[in-house]
């Protein structure tokens, strides 16, 4: 798990240098995720919103985040630390608009540490498919908020899927975004050995 979560963080970090070998304008978002799962925890975290013009026109969204309960309901508690890695795209109604309505789907793998010994007869591990909508507000500085409601396609029976991956959750997200324009094209600046 370990390898696992510094594979994210590193692909988190090296995403503003790969888009910015682009042409076109771009918005990064980096900020934080609140989730709350319908009866049980809540699980927080921290994660990234990418769009740009070659996206149509700033339509789609691509989301990566990490969640955990490590930073929610069992933080100094007995509660099951569980994470959630996350990879998703939304499509946005109303983008050129502050209130924007979207939808879209998160994919990932979860992993529940059950801690104890006896329990590793249990599933831990589960791929994530998840459904997602809600609301973006883009305020006049360069910060947005996400409220939305998704419902996990895979969801935990504790016999093939751990049992605390519940079907339903709440979030929010909170995000500071950077904005590069778009890069000048070099100019042809002709060379003092053409002829006139």
Known sequence: MKRLSILFLVSLMFIPSVWSQSTDSYDLGIGVRVQKTEQL?????????????FLLN???HLKLSYIS???????????????NYLIGADWRFRS???????????????????E???F????????LFSLETGLAYKFKFPMAMNLSVGYNLING?????????????YEMSIFYYLNLPKKSEPKNIPSSNTPE
Not at 120 to 127: C, I, K, T
Not at 157 to 169: A, D, E, I, M, Q
Request: glycine share 10%; charged share 15%.
């Open 116 to 118: 104890i010994p006896r």
């Open 157 to 169: 029976n504790g016999v093939s899927t751990p049992g605390t991956l519940f079907p339903v959750f």
């Open 58 to 60: 700033r339509k789609i």
């Open 69 to 83: 309960s490590r930073m929610g309901s069992a933080f100094n508690t007995n509660a099951i630390k569980q994470d």
């Open 41 to 53: 925890y809540w699980e927080n975290g921290f994660g990234a919103d990418f769009t740009s013009d």
């Open 120 to 127: 590793n007869v249990l599933p831990h591990n589960s791929m």
């Open 96 to 114: 050129e608009k502050s209130l924007q309505i979207f939808a879209g789907f998160n994919t990932g793998f979860f992993h529940a540490d059950m």
